[in-house]
C-alpha cells in the first residue's frame, strides 16, 4: 500500500490503483484478525483433548518457515495415525469394559466344576495296613437363573454395541477430519508457495 501510495502522489499511478492497494491491505489485515480467532479457538481444542486445562497458556515456538513443510510432503497413513487420536482411545477402551462386562454377566450361565479328593491309612497303631484315595468330582449345571441375571446379560450386551458402534462413528469422523486436514494443509502449501511468487514479483517491481 505504502509503495502504491508513494507512486500515485508522484504521479506514476492512477486512482484506481491506490484504492485496490488500501482494499487489499484492509482485506490482509481481516485475514489476520481471523487468524488470531482461529488461533484461540484451536488453543481451546486442544487444551480439550490434553485433559481440560483451559487455564494453561499454550503458544508455538520456533521460526514459521522452518515450521512450513515442503511442498512435496508424502502422503501419511491415515488409518494409523486415526488409531493414536485421543477421541478413539476413549472409545477402545469403552469398549473394552462393555466386553468385559459381557463376560461377566454371562459367566453365571456357565457351568461349574469342583473337585475333592482325600487320603486315609486304616491298621493298628505300629503298621497302616491300608491306604485308601477318595476323589470325586461335582458338575454344577445352572438351568434357569432368573430374570434379574438375564436382564444383566441383556443389558451388557446392548452396552457392548453401542459401545461398538460409537467407537466406529468415532474412528470414521476422525479418519474423515484426517484427511479433511491433510487436504486442507496441501492446499496452504500450494498457496503459501503462489503467494511467495507474487511477493517476489511486488519486490521487483518496487525495485
Not at 21 to 29: G, K
Not at 96 to 121: H, N, R, Y
Not at 125 to 144: A, L, Y
Not at 177 to 199: G, M, Q
Request: negative net charge; proline residues 3%.
Amino acid at each position: 500500500q505504502d509503495i502504491v501510495r508513494l507512486r500515485y502522489e508522484a504521479g506514476r499511478e492512477h486512482r484506481g490503483s491506490l484504492k485496490r492497494a488500501e482494499a487489499i491491505y484492509n482485506e490482509a489485515l481481516f485475514d489476520v484478525r481471523q487468524a488470531e480467532r482461529s488461533i484461540v479457538i484451536e488453543r481451546n481444542a486442544l487444551l480439550r483433548e490434553l485433559g481440560g486445562r483451559y487455564g494453561t497458556e499454550t503458544a508455538a515456538s520456533g521460526d514459521l518457515l522452518l515450521m512450513i513443510p515442503p511442498l512435496s510432503i508424502a502422503e501419511p497413513a491415515f488409518t494409523e495415525i486415526a488409531e493414536k487420536i485421543p477421541s478413539v482411545l476413549r472409545r477402545k477402551e469403552l469398549k473394552e469394559s462393555a466386553g468385559a462386562g459381557v463376560i461377566k454377566e454371562q459367566s453365571d450361565f456357565w457351568p461349574s466344576v469342583t473337585g475333592s479328593a482325600s487320603l486315609a491309612d486304616s491298621g493298628n497303631t505300629t503298621k497302616m495296613n491300608s491306604r485308601t484315595w477318595d476323589m470325586g468330582f461335582t458338575v454344577d449345571v445352572p438351568i434357569f437363573k432368573g430374570g434379574a441375571e438375564l436382564s444383566d446379560l441383556v443389558s451388557a450386551r446392548s452396552d457392548h454395541r453401542e459401545a461398538f458402534y460409537t467407537l466406529k462413528d468415532v474412528r470414521d469422523t476422525a479418519f474423515a477430519d484426517l484427511i479433511r486436514k491433510w487436504t486442507d494443509l496441501t492446499s496452504a502449501l500450494e498457496f503459501v508457495d503462489v503467494r511467495k511468487k507474487f511477493l517476489e514479483a511486488a519486490v521487483d517491481r518496487a525495485e
